[in-house]
């Protein structure tokens, strides 16, 4: 995946046209409606080409002494001209949906693709270039599939049928009205170039004015708390001026080559008529004659400036494809295997690392853990303790498979996870992360994302569990009440709180608490550590923690430190033993009793 958020020099530049042919494989499930759209299409421009001879009839018809005649030119005029409207309707109708169909498929496609990548692949890439890309890349490409490429095609045809109809009208003023055609395709070809490059690195800012506005809109609450929305103001201002920056540069470019190229094709008309005037003068052709060839021009002409228009749009569009079809294609640092072996059902429980070495991608001089080797009997409870950075919750996070390591290996029942369906077996597994997440919706639906299908009465009952319902009662809807985006109804402790209440809900087999308790008042972690307890029995339990007063009751102790295991034990057997975990004991059992 390329890196879009620096510099736009440095930023790879748009394909050719060409590149929108990445978008083939979301178009090809609706070739019945395109077709019927190109039929629509080409109904539409082969009646624009005739509309000229009605008309050069009806003209031509004023010095016919047959009335009759001259009512049947002004009826097949008019019928030509419904036949018109409705076949533009229906092409407009077509093309439309087709375009709404065709992104509302990408973007399924691309938020199917990015939600099923792991955390590495989004230290490479901030979010709301994600979004940028989901939005405003395929917003683009809407206008294109549903605007302007069935524009360019009609045009296109309007332009070679017209060029064929002012030949059998006059070849003499049509070979002059070609000589023109080199002084209009020069411009386009050499402007259309930089064009290319200009709406790419246009994009690319666009996208990163999003991902800034998200990352500072996320976080708001933080960059208020140290008074930094002046730099934050600033620093989304300059990214979004630099966008605009380039914006500008690619519409003053576009705007140049649509000037040369309407001025060159209508001075070249002008001349070509005022030699047809003369041939008028001269009776070497008709009035009748004369119009119709005006009005053909006036389409070549109109064509050809559309053309010019609608090219930069597709440049435009050409460059949000690659970075979709980029999006799409790339790969996941961790992926499942081809031939998933299947997980024995029931799930026992049993987990071992054995000689585990990982780095993090966006680390990796720096070792995460080093040889670590650690097994967990089926309903062991085991905590990690140790100083910040020492690896306890990138056991946590290798055990969900979020990240592979570099050396070593993780089973699970004597299963290689990497040789598992990631969702086989994180189907086992509840977890509670330091960072309780809380969606923007009710609180029952919050619990209920730890079992979809729980009835509201064991939604309740998990509730309880986690010391939540009093709380959530007290809301002025009660369970149903709206919890906002990232859960700003509530308190810290209580978010977390809901965090539990749904991991009791899942009632899965492997239990993950990373600093489960650490946003509870005394009163609270009380509450929550019997119900974690008795959550815990009979299942396999990971407890990261910094407060040893929540981890003496396990089973064993794991001490981490520099990403090694330096001491394992009972919480008794490590007081005596002294070291690490005798030092924070001291250091937290400010009565002397540890």
């Not at 976080?219 to 990214?239: K, L, Y």
């Not at 500008?248 to 080559?257: E, Q």
């Not at 009710?442 to 009093?470: L, T, Y």
């Amino acid at each position: 995946m390329t890196d879009t958020t620096g510099s736009g020099d440095d930023r790879p530049k748009s394909k050719r046209v060409g590149a929108l042919r990445g978008l083939a494989p979301f178009v090809a499930p609706y070739r019945v409606m395109a077709l019927m759209a190109l039929m629509a299409l080409i109904l539409t421009a082969g009646v624009s080409l005739v509309l000229p001879l009605a008309v050069r009839r009806v003209v031509d018809g004023f010095n016919a002494d047959n009335a009759a005649l001259l009512d049947e030119y002004f009826g097949a005029a008019l019928a030509i001209a419904a036949l018109l409207a409705l076949g533009t309707g229906l092409r407009y109708y077509l093309v439309t949906r087709l375009g709404e169909r065709v992104v509302a498929d990408i973007r399924k496609a691309l938020f199917d693709r990015v939600l099923g990548m792991s955390p590495a692949f989004f230290e490479r890439i901030m979010t709301g270039e994600v979004l940028s890309r989901i939005t405003t890349d395929t917003t683009l490409i809407l206008s294109v599939i549903g605007s302007s490429v069935s524009v360019a095609l009609r045009n296109l045809l309007m332009l070679l049928g017209g060029l064929v109809l002012l030949f059998l009208t006059s070849a003499k003023l049509t070979g002059l009205v070609l000589l023109i055609v080199p002084a209009i395709v020069v411009p386009i070809i050499v402007l259309g170039r930089r064009l290319r490059r200009l709406s790419k690195e246009n994009q690319d800012w666009i996208a990163s004015s999003s991902g800034s506005a998200a990352e500072a809109l996320s976080a708001v609450q933080t960059v208020q708390a140290f008074t930094h929305e002046r730099p934050t103001r600033a620093s989304f201002a300059e990214v979004t001026e630099k966008a605009f920056v380039s914006a500008k540069t690619r519409i003053g470019t576009r705007s140049v080559m649509t000037v040369i190229v309407i001025f060159l094709t209508f001075t070249g008309i002008v001349g070509v008529l005022w030699i047809g005037a003369r041939d008028v003068r001269a009776e070497s052709m008709t009035v009748g004659e004369l119009i119709q060839f005006v009005i053909y021009a006036v389409i070549v002409a109109g064509a050809v400036g559309a053309l010019s228009e609608i090219w930069g749009e597709l440049q435009r569009a050409a460059g949000a494809t690659e970075r979709l079809v980029e999006l799409l294609n790339s790969e996941d640092p961790v992926q499942d295997p081809a031939a998933a072996t299947a997980l024995p059902r029931p799930v026992r429980g049993r987990i071992a690392f054995e000689d585990v070495t990982f780095r993090y991608p966006a680390r990796p001089e720096t070792s995460a853990l080093n040889g670590v080797s650690l097994r967990v009997e089926p309903g062991e409870t085991v905590a990690l303790v140790g100083p910040s950075g020492a690896g306890k919750t990138t056991i946590l996070q290798l055990l969900m498979r979020f990240y592979d390591p570099q050396s070593g290996r993780i089973t699970l029942d004597g299963i290689d996870i990497s040789t598992l369906k990631r969702s086989d077996f994180r189907s086992a597994i509840a977890l509670v992360p330091q960072d309780p997440v809380i969606f923007a919706t009710s609180a029952r639906e919050n619990i209920r994302f730890g079992r979809p299908d729980a009835s509201d009465a064991e939604v309740e009952e998990a509730a309880r569990a986690a010391a939540a319902h009093d709380f959530l009662t007290a809301l002025p809807q009660g369970y149903d009440s709206y919890l906002g985006e990232r859960g700003v109804m509530l308190s810290g402790g209580q978010k977390q709180r809901v965090a539990i209440a749904r991991a009791i809900l899942r009632d899965a087999r492997i239990l993950l608490l990373d600093e489960a308790t650490s946003a509870l008042d005394a009163e609270s972690e009380r509450a929550v550590q019997a119900a974690v307890e008795r959550l815990s029995e009979g299942r396999t339990t990971l407890v990261v923690a910094h407060r040893l007063a929540t981890v003496k009751r396990a089973d064993r102790i794991v001490v981490f430190d520099e990403g090694r295991i330096a001491a394992l034990g009972t919480h008794e057997a490590l007081v005596a033993e002294g070291g690490l975990y005798a030092r924070l004991a001291r250091l937290q059992f400010t009565d002397g009793a540890v």
